[in-house]
């Protein structure tokens, strides 16, 4: 079956404001989870659903600070949040002022502190984020893992798509050689080397290999 090209973007990324929570190991452990299903919960309540997605994401990065939960569009960064802040988190949100009714109240979770929340300052100038250059982890954190609409619309599959429909072998064989991609065992064998000798002994036959 053909693939299908271009994937329409999910709905979700045309609201005005996504919440991403990180629901991955070490935010989970320190309640990550209650903190979205608050945010979902609270969202809800205010009839804000139009306006405001609440995603689980990837590891957002800082895990020692979690849970976290970061903010489309502003990019702020809220670390350590407790479900009883999520109220005081919703009410900055850069949306029209227009709730229908309001964001409601802190639950009442003695065992989690309520304190105010503050963005952490200088996200983007973080030594800690900028001397990183992702590559294979560029979305972690900025999309939703098990959401495939996600993932397409990061533009998934894209290079798949290309070696499948666009590119004749032998270009798909030079792209990753020119890359530079190697193998993660421990000879660190050059993948282009590789693909190339496979396909040279496989050149006549039927099928492809992934
Ligand atoms: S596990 Fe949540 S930021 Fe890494």
Known sequence: MPLQRPHPPPTSTQKP????CCTVGGCLSAHGLAVKN????AVTDAGMDAQITVSSVG????CSQGPL????PSGDLYTNVTPGQVPQILSTLPIPSSSPKPFGQAPPTPSLSPSPPLPTPLYSILPFFTRQHRIVLENCGRI?????DDYLAARGYDALHQCLREL???E???VITRSGLRGRGGAGYPTGLK???VAKNAAGSEGRRV
């Open 17 to 20: 404001c996504r919440i991403r």
């Open 38 to 41: 608050q945010f979902e919960t």
């Open 59 to 62: 590891c957002l990065g800082l």
């Open 69 to 72: 939960v970061q903010i489309d």
């Open 144 to 148: 939703d893992p098990e959401q495939i």
């Open 168 to 170: 004749p072998p032998a």
């Open 172 to 174: 798909v064989v030079e």
């Open 195 to 197: 693909w190339a000798t």
